[in-house]
C-alpha cells in the first residue's frame, strides 16, 4: 500500500451542551460503559429529548448559508476526550457490554478508534446566525465539530440493510427507551 501524508483537520466549530463526560470510557481493556445513575435507556431517552448548540467559528457562518431548509444534518465531530493511547484499541466487546461478542473496532460504532471521526445525523431545530440548535446530539461539551453537512436520503438511505445480530438487539434495546 502507498505512504500517504497526514491529514490535518481544522474544527469549524465547538459543541455546547450539557453532556460532560462520554458515556463510554475505553482502557486497557477495552470500553467500559460510565456508572451512572440511570440506566443506558434513561440515558438514550434523554439524549433524545434534549437540545445543544453547535457554535460554528463566525468566519465560516456564511457557509451555513441555506441549512435551514433542511430538517436534519450531519455532524462530523471529533471525540477530544479519548486518549490517544486508548485509540490503540483493536477489538472491543460493543457498549462495553461483556454480553456481547468482541469485534473489530471498525465494525463497532466505538469512538476509540484510530482516527475517532464521529457522525450522527440529528434534527436541525434552528439556525440563528452562526449557531445552529440540534435535537438528540450525543457529544460532549466541547467537542471539536470538523464539518456538517445537509442530510439527503437520496445519498444516504440504503435499502436491504443487513446488521448482525447483535447490532439488531442493541438498536431495540435503545429504541425500546
Not at 463497532?108 to 431545530?125: D, F, I, K, Y
Request: net charge neutral.
Amino acid at each position: 500500500m502507498p505512504k500517504t501524508s497526514p491529514i490535518q483537520l481544522t474544527p469549524v466549530g465547538v459543541v455546547r451542551s450539557d453532556i460532560k463526560r462520554p458515556m463510554l470510557t475505553a482502557g486497557e481493556s477495552g470500553l467500559s460503559l460510565d456508572e451512572r445513575k440511570d440506566s443506558i435507556k434513561a440515558y438514550h431517552r434523554r439524549v433524545k429529548a434534549s437540545e445543544c448548540e453547535l457554535v460554528i467559528d463566525p468566519q465560516w457562518e456564511e457557509l451555513l448559508d441555506g441549512i435551514e431548509g433542511f430538517s436534519h444534518i450531519l455532524v462530523l465531530y471529533w471525540p477530544h476526550l479519548i486518549d490517544p493511547e486508548q485509540r490503540k484499541l483493536r477489538k472491543v466487546h460493543p457498549m462495553g457490554r461483556k454480553d456481547l461478542p468482541r469485534q473489530g473496532i471498525f465494525a463497532t460504532c466505538s469512538p476509540a478508534r484510530p482516527n475517532p471521526v464521529l457522525v450522527s445525523a440529528v434534527p436541525l431545530v434552528n439556525r440563528k446566525n452562526n449557531i445552529l440548535t440540534v435535537k438528540g446530539f450525543e457529544a460532549v461539551d466541547g467537542s471539536p465539530i470538523i464539518d456538517v453537512k445537509p442530510y439527503s436520503k437520496s445519498y444516504l438511505q440504503v435499502e436491504n440493510l443487513i446488521m448482525p445480530a447483535w447490532m439488531e438487539q442493541i438498536h431495540r434495546e435503545v429504541e425500546d427507551s
